[in-house]
């Protein structure tokens, strides 16, 4: 990927997971290449010469608002790199971020324009939650980091499952839980994750507990094979959307790939190439756990605070 402003040319490098790992900044006389470096949210927090040295720093608060830009080339490669807060593109002019999408305005907290495929609140950023949730595209947003965890898709999976096996969803385990079970069939309970590591351990631990609050009805961790949608495709303005669904036990797990359409690459050339990045984060489980011990601790009621974590998504 290239940008160029004035005199000044850039050439970005891209690491395995898609994320940018070397500049190479033309000035008009000279090419130097510097390295990004990442905290574990995904800000670039600086960047480094080939001798180690770091020669801009940026630092930002929890949504991502500018705070400090320092170092010998602040001024200079510091203003001119675009990737900053999560990897987003950083538009220094007007003060946004650029999510594909839409933009993003850090001093508000909020994006400038609604989201098309939800109607819950239409304008937050991470669900109100920038530490553990981010926005990949500008479209719902992502639990954690690691993508695709949209509760759009996951509901778009948890029906095309439902209507092809004749269950029931969202399925209370007893009569005084708030507890919701994605699908049952018959007494057999099924849950619809991401198909990454972290999910399936999550999805395992929300099964258990979802069966032992259910016990009194008889509910267990599905064995059946179900059927499976074909891939799922969703025919966009800007991209083609396509969703894989396997079974894994009693896991309904789900992949999803995009591909930008001609018309998208060559707006995205006009906008420098500009893309946005993920980052790992590993919080999720550890959510379910604190889940059960809380409804240990409520006395095996099952109430909202015990579950909160327990569904939605």
Known sequence: MHMKKGVHNLHFFYDGQGKPSIVAWNNGTTTNKYAYVYNLQGD???????????????????????????????????????????????????????????????????????????????????????????????????????????SYFHDLVKRSVRDLNGMQDEVHPNKQSLLRIDLVKGLEIYEVKPDKVEHKVLGLLQLKLYEEVGKTNGYTIGKTNLRMPNNIIEDRAHETVTISVKQEGPLILYSISRKLKEQKKKNTQKNNNYVSTSSITGAVASMVILSMIMYKGAGGVGGKDACRYCYGY
């Open 44 to 150: 670039v927090i600086a960047l480094v010469n080939s001798a180690g040295t770091k020669v801009v720093n940026y630092t930002y608060d929890a949504w991502g608002k500018p705070i400090t830009k320092t170092g010998s080339l602040a001024g200079t490669l510091g203003t001119l790199n675009p990737f900053r807060y999560r990897g987003y593109v950083y538009d220094d002019e007007i003060d946004f971020y650029y999510l594909r999408s839409r933009y993003y305005n850090a001093n508000r907290g909020r994006f400038i324009n609604a989201d098309i495929i939800i109607n819950d609140n239409l304008y937050t950023y991470g669900v109100n939650n920038p530490i553990n949730g981010k926005d990949e595209d500008g479209y719902v947003f992502i639990m954690g980091a690691y993508a695709p965890s949209y």
